[in-house]
C-alpha cells in the first residue's frame, strides 16, 4: 500500500552567494537584489520524498509552502520533480509569523490534507538557520520527530515503521520509529533530482496563467483563488481553519527589537613585509608578548 | 530563594557526560540571575545522573531537578519534552536556556511550541534590557543575541509577554567563571510518569567518535582556506601548526573542496573559537568564517588578495603567497625558541 507523504519547503533569499553586487556601499546586504531560491534542504527533503515515491507504489507526494504569492515558484519547481500535488498557503494575517505561527499555520494545513504517514521538511532554512519550524510543526500535531536525518534506511510499510540515520555530533544513530512521524532531512544523504523536461512542459504552461497575474507584492485574495490553476492549491486562513490570533504577527511571541548589519571596521591592522626579516620581527613580538611560545 | 521566576538550564548529557555547552550555559545563568535577582535552576534527565548533579551545584546552581529512568539514557524527543514541559510548567521559571546541539535545537522547538512561548535560535549572546511596546514598559527583559541572514545581520530578539523566555545558544560563546566548591545547591529528584507509550523512538545504533579535533581548548589555532587550493599546500598548514604546537582550523570552502576533515571547520556552521592567536591563511574571512573567530585576541592574516575581508579584522596582515611565507615563518619561530 502506497504512503501519504507530505514535503514542507520555502522559499528562501539566496544567503549563500553573497556576490559584490549584493552589498551595499555601506557593507550591508542589499536584500531586494538576493535571488529567491529554494531552501537547498527543502529540496534534499523533497528528495527524500520523491525517492520513497519511486520505490513504493502508490505512494503519493503533497508540497505545502508559506509564503507570499511568489513562493509559487518552489511549488512549481516540485511539480517539476514529481510532487503529486502542491499548496501555497497565503494570507496577509499570515505576515510577521515567527517560528511558532508558523508552525500552526502549516499544522493546520498539513490537518486539512490529513491521513499522512511521514511529513518532510528540510532540517534549516538559510534565511534564519533556526531549525525550529518542523519540530515546532510535530508537537503542534502531537508527532514524533527525528531530525537531522541524512538517510531513510528502511520504511516497513506493513509493520508501519520506519529506519532513519541521524547525524548527531562526531557522528550518527539509527533510530527506529512507528509512522507516522516527521522527518527534518539534512543536506548529506540524498542528491536532488533535476526537472523533468516533461514536467516542466506541463506545469510551465499550466502556471504561467499564474505568474502573469500581477499581485507581486499583494497578497492573494479570492478572485486569485478562483482563478487557480488546478495543479496549484492556494489557501487563506479560512482554507485551512486557522485561528487568525495564532497567526501572523498576533501569533508570535518574539519581536525583533533591534537589527544591526556586520559592517567590518578596519582593525588597527600592521601590514608585515613578505620577508624572513619582517616575519621574524612579527614573530619575535609575538613571542615577547607571551602570544607565542 | 524561590525557583519561581529563575533562570533555568537544561543540562545535556551525553553517555552519561554532562555537554560542554551545559555548564558554561551555568555560569552565564548566573551572571543573568545576578541581574535579575532570581535563582539559577537546572534540569538533568538521564540513566543514573546524581553524581553529576553533585558536580554542577559549585558552578553556583541552587537548585538541579533531576529526573532518573533506563529508558532515558540517551535523548529521544518525546519523554524529554514531556518531562520538561512537565517541570516548566510546576517551577516557572522566567528564563530557559539549552545547548544549540543537535538535541538542543531537537528538544527546545518542540516545548515552545507546547507551552506556546518565544524561542530563538543559535544565540552568541545573551544580555538583559529593558522593552518598550505599544505602550507598555518590560523591566528586565532578556536580549536574544543571533546572527542572521548567513550572518550578514546581527538581530535582537526578544519575547517579553510570555515567560519562560527561551533561547538555544551556541557552544563555546559563554566563558566559564570560577568553581565555588562551598556553594549551597540542592539536588531534587522529579517524578514523570512515563509509559512505554511516551518512548516511540528506539536508538538501534549510537556511534560517536570521541573529538580528536580540541579547536575550542587551543591557545593558537593556524588555519587554511580555499586558497590553500591542495592538498599538498594544506600540508604547509600543518606543518606550521606543529611547528607552533597549534591546532590545525579550516574554513567550510577548504572542508567542502576536501582539503582537510569537517572537524577541523571554524565558522558559523563549525565551531567558534577565541584563541590567543588565529592565523588565517588563504581564508578571505566570509562573514560566516568571522562569527566562529573574530573574538580572537590576535589574528594574523595571510592572502594573496590585498582586498580580502579578512584584512579588516586582523592585526597582522601579510599578502602573498602562503607557499612561500609559511616556510619563513617556520623558520622564524624555530630560530625564535
Redesign the interface.
Known amino acids: 500500500m502506497g504512503l501519504n507523504l507530505i514535503v514542507l519547503v520555502k522559499q528562501v533569499?539566496d544567503?549563500?552567494n553573497?556576490t559584490g553586487e549584493a552589498m551595499k556601499e555601506d557593507g550591508?546586504?542589499n536584500?531586494a537584489v538576493l535571488p529567491a531560491i529554494f531552501n537547498p534542504e527543502d529540496l534534499h527533503a523533497l528528495e527524500a520524498a520523491l525517492t520513497l515515491k519511486d520505490t513504493i507504489p502508490g505512494t503519493q507526494v503533497h508540497v505545502i509552502t508559506m509564503g507570499p504569492p511568489s513562493a509559487i515558484q518552489v511549488l512549481k519547481e516540485s511539480l517539476y520533480r514529481g510532487a503529486d500535488s502542491v499548496a501555497l498557503v497565503s494570507d496577509r494575517k499570515f505576515a510577521g509569523a515567527?517560528?511558532?505561527a508558523t508552525?500552526y499555520a502549516l499544522k493546520c494545513a498539513i490537518e486539512k490534507i490529513g491521513n499522512y504517514d511521514i511529513v518532510f521538511c528540510g532540517r534549516q532554512a538559510?534565511?534564519?538557520?533556526?531549525?525550529?519550524?518542523?519540530?515546532?510543526?510535530?508537537?503542534?500535531l502531537n508527532l514524533?520527530?527525528?531530525?537531522?536525518v541524512s538517510n531513510i534506511e528502511k520504511v516497513d510499510t506493513k509493520k508501519r515503521q520506519i529506519?532513519a540515520k541521524?547525524?548527531?555530533?562526531?557522528?550518527?544513530?539509527?533510530?527506529?520509529?512507528?509512522l507516522p512521524?516527521l522527518l527534518t532531512i539534512t543536506d548529506e544523504g540524498y542528491s536532488p533530482r533535476p526537472p523533468s523536461v516533461i514536467k516542466v512542459m506541463t506545469y510551465k504552461n499550466a502556471s504561467a496563467e499564474m505568474t502573469e497575474e500581477k499581485y507581486d507584492e499583494s497578497y492573494i485574495d479570492n478572485k486569485v483563488e478562483q482563478k487557480s490553476n488546478q495543479a496549484i492549491n492556494l489557501w487563506d486562513i479560512n482554507a485551512i481553519n486557522a485561528d487568525p490570533d495564532s497567526c501572523g504577527l498576533a501569533g508570535?511571541?518574539?519581536?525583533?527589537?533591534?537589527?544591526?548589519?556586520?559592517i567590518?571596521?578596519?582593525?588597527?591592522?600592521?601590514?608585515?613585509?613578505?620577508?624572513?626579516d619582517a616575519?621574524?620581527g612579527?614573530?619575535?613580538e609575538?613571542?615577547a608578548d607571551h602570544?607565542?611560545? | 530563594m524561590s525557583t519561581k521566576n529563575s533562570v533555568m538550564v537544561f543540562v545535556q548529557q551525553d553517555d552519561e557526560q554532562i555537554a560542554e555547552v551545559s555548564v558554561e550555559l551555568l555560569c552565564k545563568a548566573k551572571d543573568l540571575a545576578s541581574q535579575v535577582k532570581a535563582s539559577v535552576t537546572g534540569v538533568l534527565i538521564g540513566k543514573d545522573v546524581r553524581k553529576s548533579a553533585e558536580s554542577l551545584i559549585p558552578y553556583g546552581v541552587d537548585e538541579l531537578f533531576i529526573v532518573e529512568d533506563d529508558r532515558l539514557e540517551n535523548y529521544t524527543p518525546m519523554p524529554y519534552t514531556k518531562i520538561m514541559v512537565d517541570i516548566i510548567k510546576k517551577i516557572e521559571p522566567q528564563i530557559a536556556l539549552y545547548g544549540a546541539t543537535t538535541t538542543g535545537r531537537d528538544l527546545a522547538p518542540r516545548i515552545t511550541s507546547n507551552l506556546k512561548v518565544g524561542l530563538t535560535a543559535d544565540c552568541t549572546d545573551l544580555q538583559i534590557g529593558d522593552y518598550s511596546s505599544k505602550g507598555v514598559d518590560y523591566k528586565n527583559i532578556l536580549y536574544q543575541i543571533r546572527p542572521a541572514f548567513g550572518g550578514n545581520i546581527i538581530a535582537t530578539i526578544v519575547s517579553p509577554e510570555k515567560k519562560p523566555q527561551m533561547a538555544t545558544v551556541r557552544e563555546g560563546v559563554m566563558k566559564l567563571i570560577e568553581l565555588d566548591p562551598s556553594y549551597k545547591g540542592k539536588i531534587t529528584s522529579v517524578n514523570v510518569k512515563l509509559t512505554d507509550a511516551d518512548f516511540p523512538s528506539v536508538i538501534i545504533e549510537r556511534i560517536k567518535q570521541e573529538k580528536t579535533v580540541n579547536l575550542k581548548g587551543a591557545q593558537v589555532i593556524v588555519s587554511g582556506g580555499i586558497g590553500v587550493e591542495t592538498k599538498e599546500n594544506f600540508q604547509l598548514i600543518i606543518d606550521l601548526a606543529h611547528a607552533l604546537g597549534a591546532e590545525v582550523g579550516a574554513s567550510r570552502a577548504a572542508v567542502d573542496a576536501g582539503l582537510v576533515p569537517k572537524d577541523h571547520q571554524v565558522g558559523q556552521t563549525g565551531t567558534t573559537v577565541r584563541p590567543k592567536l588565529y592565523i588565517a591563511c588563504g581564508i578571505s574571512g566570509s562573514v560566516q568564517h568571522r562569527a566562529g573567530m573574530d573574538e580572537s585576541a590576535r589574528i594574523i592574516a595571510i592572502n594573496t588578495d590585498q582586498e580580502a575581508p579578512i584584512f579588516k579584522i586582523a592585526h597582522y596582515g601579510i599578502t602573498g603567497d602562503l607557499k612561500d611565507i609559511i616556510p619563513k615563518f617556520i623558520k622564524a619561530f624555530k630560530a625564535k625558541s
Open positions: 533569499p544567503t549563500q553573497i550591508t546586504v536584500r515567527d517560528t511558532l508552525s538559510i534565511d534564519g538557520d533556526t531549525a525550529q519550524v518542523g519540530p515546532q510543526t510535530a508537537e503542534k514524533n520527530q527525528i531530525t537531522c529506519l541521524r547525524s548527531i555530533e562526531g557522528g550518527f544513530e539509527l533510530i527506529q520509529a512507528p512521524v508570535s511571541p518574539t519581536k525583533v527589537k533591534k537589527i544591526e548589519s556586520v567590518l571596521v578596519s582593525a588597527d591592522i600592521r601590514m608585515i613585509e613578505n620577508s624572513q616575519i621574524a612579527m614573530v619575535h609575538l613571542i602570544t607565542l611560545g
